[in-house]
C-alpha cells in the first residue's frame, strides 16, 4: 500500500490529453511538500519528469505539465504520442515518516 | 556526466548479507545528499535510506530499520548500502541516487542504472 495514491492505469489516444492524479495526505502534499514526477519506461530506471510541482527538466516538452493543490496533486499530458507508453509515478517528502514516498505508479497505455 | 553506477547484486539466501556499491562520477559528490530506492519485480519505488552529505543524518525506511546500513566515503566517491538478514520481500533492483536540492522537498536525478538483489534460498 503506496503512501500516496495513483491510478494504477490510464489510456487515451494519440493526440488526446490524460492526466494522471496523485493523492497524499496532511503529512505529505497537504503539509505543502513539493510533489515530482518521473516516467519509467520498461527495463530502465525511473527519469524525473516534473519537479516542484510544476518544473521541466530541459529535454522535457511543454507538452508535460504539474500542478498541487491541497492534498493532490495532478500529471497532465496533452497531444499523447506512442512514445508516451510508460509507467508514471509521483513522489514527495512525508514528516510523519520522515522519509520520502512515491506513489503506486500509473501505467499509460496510448491507444 | 553526472553518472552513477551501482554493483553488488546477486543471489543470496534468506538470512544473508549482501554489501552494495555505488560509483559516483562528473559532480562533487561529497556536496550533494544520497539515498538508495529499491523496485520490488513488478513493483513500483520505495526509498530505503538517506544520508547527509558529511554521512552524520541517516535515515532509514521503517521495513529495512536495524537490518540496512547506508554509508559513505567522499574521498572515494561512493556510496554504500550493508544489507543483513536478508528477506525474501528484500528482493529488488536498488538504484543509486542523487537528490539534486538540499532540502527533504528535493526530488531524485539522476538514477544509476541499478543492480539486482535476489533473496531465495
Known amino acids: 500500500q503506496s503512501v500516496l495514491t495513483q491510478p494504477p492505469s490510464v489510456s487515451g489516444a494519440p493526440g488526446q490529453r490524460v492526466t494522471i492524479s496523485c493523492t497524499g495526505s496532511?503529512?505529505?502534499?497537504?503539509?505543502?511538500?513539493?510533489v515530482h514526477w518521473y516516467r519509467q519506461l520498461p527495463g530502465t530506471a525511473p527519469k524525473v519528469l516534473i519537479y516542484?510541482?510544476?518544473n521541466r527538466p530541459s529535454g522535457v516538452p511543454d507538452r508535460f505539465s504539474g500542478s498541487k493543490s491541497g492534498t493532490s496533486a495532478s500529471l497532465a499530458i496533452t497531444g499523447l504520442q506512442a512514445e508516451d507508453e510508460a509507467d508514471y509515478y509521483c513522489?514527495?517528502?512525508?514528516?510523519?515518516?520522515?522519509?520520502?514516498?512515491f506513489g503506486g505508479g500509473t501505467r499509460l497505455t496510448v491507444l | 556526466q553526472v553518472q552513477l553506477v551501482e554493483s553488488g547484486g546477486g543471489l543470496v539466501k534468506p538470512g544473508g548479507s549482501l554489501r552494495l556499491s555505488c560509483s559516483a562520477s562528473?559532480?562533487?559528490?561529497?556536496?550533494?545528499?544520497m539515498s538508495w530506492i529499491r523496485q520490488a519485480p513488478g513493483k513500483g519505488l520505495e526509498w530505503v535510506s538517506y544520508?547527509?552529505?558529511?554521512?552524520?543524518?541517516?535515515y532509514y525506511a521503517d521495513s529495512v530499520k536495524g537490518r540496512f546500513t547506508i554509508s559513505r566515503d567522499n574521498a572515494k566517491t561512493s556510496l554504500y548500502l550493508q544489507m543483513n538478514s536478508l528477506r525474501a520481500e528484500d528482493t529488488a533492483i536498488y538504484y543509486c541516487?542523487?537528490?539534486?536540492?538540499?532540502?527533504?522537498?528535493?526530488?531524485?536525478?539522476?538514477w544509476g542504472q541499478g543492480t539486482l538483489v535476489t533473496v531465495s534460498s
Open positions: 562528473g559532480f562533487t559528490f561529497s556536496d550533494y545528499l
Open positions: 516542484g510541482n510544476n
Open positions: 544520508i547527509s552529505r558529511s554521512g552524520s543524518i541517516i
Open positions: 541516487v542523487r537528490h539534486p536540492h538540499v532540502d527533504f522537498q528535493s526530488w531524485f536525478d539522476p
Open positions: 513522489q514527495s517528502y512525508d514528516s510523519r515518516l520522515t522519509g520520502w514516498v
Open positions: 496532511s503529512s505529505n502534499i497537504g503539509a505543502g511538500y513539493d
